[in-house]
């Protein structure tokens, strides 16, 4: 049972707060490139419980700053983007993309101090398709992150949003918790529906399996295993939480597995995920032994129309407000939820426990224990940065992440799990890299 001032700690993500500390430390997935246009509209963005807004100026440089101008706190978002800065429409005042005020039309010119006022504006940079702002306080940002699918060419690299009304750690704790698989996503499928010469199946024919944590340098990994379908070798499933926000899951062979989580808390109650993933990536639990398609993981959502509120990007059209689509004859029938598609089964589930989960209503067990390591790590990690200062694992060093990929694979028995990992790993780690 987590207390409630743990709790507290873990899904306050606001200015002043030890966890909102501690993700500021990181660069942070911000929006899609293609999202601002040189000269274009501003985009409101909410990152961390701060109303931002993201422009491109006149030389396609971004900036992401406060909405407020600091002349008189009107909002820039209805502000003219022109001529390399974001002109306040109230008085006139101008902000490049790193906050300085470069004119006050409204001033006569003996009375200008434009050089004594700054927007308050992140720094920021582009890769993977994605804007990233560091919403730190150092001088100079730490280097970004070496997490593996964010370093893929942008040839072969598909990058997806989608806005979850919850919390940030629910949202990713279902991503690390993998026994779900069997029950949310496929507990409909009988064994004599799943083709047996697939090595994923024994993850429908055998929903208990056991689980291996370890604490890593880049956050935890748990590795969920059981005997392989023919008894040979133990098959396991390997996923990893990375500080701040990031999660590697085993929806895949290991091979070419190459995905990642980020779930970038918008405010304490709403997080946008950006899945990073290599287009040559395999799902092999997708269809039954004939051949078909398995009922329910047909990918049929759609994304309601962007509007400009702060909470109106990536919006799947199947929500709250239409139950998620769920067909009750389709789940007594066919399909163990009567809500169809991967994505929306995890979205509709962790946004039912509520916009912040009461975890004292929990009864955790040995399946959850890569939760609960998750959970200590980043408590611990929260307390350190407030109470001594200590640099939280990978800001400075974020290399460390090219130590980790999730994925299933197939190992002997008796063979040390952490042992295996590395193995495997280095016999896969080419195939993202040469393409």
């Known amino acids: 049972m987590v207390s409630v001032a743990n709790n507290d700690l873990l899904t306050q993500v606001g200015p002043g707060t030890p966890m909102g500390a501690l993700m500021r430390q990181y660069w ?3 929006c899609k490139s293609s999202e601002v246009e040189v000269d274009g509209a501003p985009l409101r963005v909410m990152l961390l419980g701060e109303k931002l807004l993201a422009f491109r100026d006149s030389d396609g440089r971004v900036g992401v700053m406060d909405h407020r101008c600091p002349h008189r706190c009107a909002s820039l978002f209805f502000g003219r983007n022109e001529e390399g800065g974001l002109r306040c429409v109230y008085h006139g005042w101008k902000y490049d993309v790193t906050g300085k005020c470069v004119d006050m039309p409204n001033v006569p010119d003996a009375a200008k101090f434009q050089q004594r006022v700054r927007a308050k504006a992140y720094p920021t940079m582009e890769r993977a ?4 702002a560091y919403l730190g306080d150092r001088d100079v940002p730490p280097p970004p992150p070496a997490i593996e699918a964010t370093l893929l060419p942008d040839a072969e690299l598909r990058v997806t949003l989608t806005m979850r009304e919850c919390n940030w750690l629910q949202a990713l704790e279902g991503d690390i918790d993998t026994s779900h698989f069997g029950f949310l996503h496929v507990g409909h499928v009988g064994d004599d529906e799943v083709d047996h010469a697939n090595m994923h199946s024994v993850a429908i024919t055998d929903r208990a399996p056991g689980f291996k944590v370890a604490k890593t340098d880049w956050g935890t990994m748990a590795g969920a295993f059981r005997p392989s379908a023919d008894g040979s070798a133990l098959y396991w499933r390997i996923c990893h939480y990375l500080f701040p926000f990031w999660a590697l899951f085993p929806d895949g062979t290991f091979e070419d597995n190459v995905t990642a989580n980020a779930w970038v808390p918008m405010d304490d109650t709403h997080t946008m995920v950006f899945n990073f993933a290599w287009v040559k990536r395999t799902q092999p639990l997708r269809t039954t032994a004939d051949g078909e398609t398995i009922a329910g993981l047909e990918f ?6 962007n ?31 009567g809500i169809t598609g991967i994505t929306l089964q995890d979205q509709y589930i962790t946004e039912s426990m509520g916009e912040v989960v009461d975890r004292s209503f929990e009864h955790l067990t040995s399946g959850d224990a890569m939760i609960v390591q998750t959970r200590k790590r980043l408590i611990q990690a929260a307390r350190a940065l407030a109470d001594t200062g200590a640099v939280p694992p990978g800001v400075d060093d974020p290399d460390l992440a090219s130590g980790a990929r999730g994925g299933a694979y197939e190992a002997p028995e008796g063979e040390d799990w952490l042992e295996g990992y590395r193995r495997v790993l280095a016999r896969s780690i080419g195939p993202s890299r040469t393409g």
């Open 129 to 132: 398709g994605v804007v990233w």
């Open 300 to 305: 049929v959502h759609g994304f309601l129309p």
């Open 28 to 30: 942070v997935p911000a």
């Open 307 to 337: 509007t400009s509120d702060w909470f109106g990007r990536w919006k799947l059209a199947h929500n709250v407000a239409n139950d998620y689509g769920l067909n009750r004859d389709a789940q007594r029938q066919v399909s163990f939820t």
